[in-house]
């Protein structure tokens, strides 16, 4: 682990990388390929299956049930907070009156 926070080590790796420049020649050819077009099982895969369509998710649905899961949520978490809000304010009362009747 040393030998990595040696800094002639990190000084001499970066400046290794910046004297290896790409040339114009890779610079010109794109990372990605040229676009093919889909063959016929490509597109037959691609293509939509109306045997499918039973398990399709509807966007409003979906979005309506997300919403319910989120105010739930939210629900939960306040309930929670109050449960130890309300803990913590008799807790407070119990030793005051200890202390009082003490």
Not at 4 to 23: E, Q
Not at 38 to 66: I, Q, T
Not at 76 to 81: D, I, P, Q
Request: hydrophobic letters at 40%; aromatic letters at 8%; charged letters at 25%.
């Amino acid at each position: 682990m040393a030998f990595l926070l040696n800094k002639t080590n990190i000084l001499s790796h970066l400046t290794f990388h910046s004297h290896v420049l790409p040339s114009e020649g890779s610079l010109s050819l794109s990372r990605r390929g040229f676009h093919v077009e889909p063959g016929p099982r490509e597109k037959a895969l691609l293509a939509a299956d109306p045997s499918l369509n039973w398990f399709k998710s509807h966007k409003k649905s979906v979005w309506r049930l997300k919403r319910i899961g989120d105010v739930l949520t939210i629900v939960v978490v306040a309930g929670c907070c109050y449960e130890i809000y309300v803990k913590a304010v008799m807790r407070e009362e119990a030793r005051k009156q200890a202390r009082g009747s003490a």
